[in-house]
């Protein structure tokens, strides 16, 4: 088979021995070394355009000299003269190569180019007689080898686990992925002018920490061979934006990675993205408002509405939002009403009636929980607030003045999963420490793995000023905002099982 005839039957290469490919691939790399052209020891290109803004600004750039670089996605060679196109980090553009233009000795090399190299190409742009917007190469220099071939342009790569395994493949392949991720970076930086706009300082906090305090969820447990002690990846930033709080600076927040060493789903991975803000003087009321009002902001910024296409589904994130108490929550979907519930041998029996699973030690508190759980989250679509949080499941939030069994917390739910979390923040350093006793005998029952955060408690022995404070899920967020079923969709690089 000659050179011209391999490469005009290049779209067909998948369908051949992978082997082949293989070897047909590293041959032409030792032909390249052994000519004294190995493209590996490029350093540097001088790129100066990119093809979406040619292709959008064409009148300004016609017959002009550009020079661009990128990774051969289709090649067409029709003897003295060919056709490519060429994907940079923006899109694609066609590129014409003439031999007559670039010498003879470049266009057999040309020739030889694999779909997946990477080009760089200067020439002018024009357009070709079909009215297609391209570059006409002066002068094409490989710059790196692929040395493996992508997936097939007819089928691409459809494969879910091969695409979160090998998301620079993905990332090629599918072009419309790489839109999630500009979204994503889009929707951070919204954010963030959202906050500083409001005042807010952002902040960076210890990733290893000395002691598993604060959410209940278990955390990596990890070694630090100079101190000889164990160490925990953070489960949370909560504790450490607090002692600032205590420090003096008033409004804080943090954007960074979480990791719980807990289940893996749809909406769970082991190292997940958070956003955690604090403001002194402010309490849930003023939480609710600051989040339904950001999440109103970015949509706006970023798609232009606040009405967003969710899984079928419109989702409409204006402000304000519907606020419900946990116990209105659940006797409007389950007919229980827990105000009229005394004890928890009460709560006990109504659950085991409803078939609502319960340990043989669970509170009224929990078991209001449990009910939320089984009867009411999957109903929230639109934007909700559930409020009011028995103080079983909210160490950290402050008690109702009006109802101490019952603390200044929500929760907001959107398309029936929760997004984040909120408080009045507790600042009663004895009620703190009662709080975490609490949390470290229900992990010696095997509940969660919380400790006592000593020097937590005596940064509130100092003095911590009324606060309210909430935290939310950056990765659930834009899951919602891109029409992403799964969080590692949104994810560059999620955690997979090793296939070994």
Known sequence: MSEEVRNNAEV????????????????????????????YLITNYDKTHDSVDILNNYEKYENQEVSIAGRIMFKRIMGKASFAHVLDG??????????????????????????????????TVFTTRTGEISVKADSVVLLSKSLRPLPEKRHGLKDPDLRYRQRYVDLIANPGVKETFYARSRILKEIRDYLDSKGFMEVDTPVLHTVAAGSAAKPFITHHNALDIPMYLRIETELHLKRLIVGGFEKVFEVGRIFRNEGMDAFHNPEFTTIELYQAYADYH??????????????????????INYQGEIINVAAPWKRMTMVEAVKEYSGVDFNEVKTDEEARTLAKEH?????????????????????????LVQPTFIIDYPIEISPLAKKRTDDPMMTERFEFFIARHEYGNAFSELNDPIDQRERFMEQARSKMAGEGEAQIDEDFVNALEIGMPPTGGIGFGIDRMIMLFT????IRDVLLFPTMKPLD
């Open 12 to 39: 067909q290469e998948p369908e051949l021995d992978l082997n082949e490919l293989l070897q047909i691939r590293r041959n032409k790399l030792t032909a390249l070394k052994d000519a004294g052209k190995n493209p």
């Open 90 to 123: 923006q899109g694609q553009i066609q590129i014409y190569v003439r031999i007559d233009a670039i010498g003879e000795d470049a266009y057999n090399d040309f020739k030889t180019y694999d779909i997946g190299d990477i080009v760089g190409v200067k020439g």
């Open 286 to 307: 003023d939480m609710m408002e600051l989040i339904e009002n950001l999440y109103d902001y970015v949509a706006r910024k970023v798609l232009g509405t606040t009405e």
């Open 355 to 379: 078939h609502v699973e319960i340990e043989d030690n669970f509170t009224k508190g929990k078991i209001i929980a449990e009910f939320f759980d089984a009867f009411v989250e999957d109903k």
């Open 483 to 486: 029409d992403s079923p799964s």
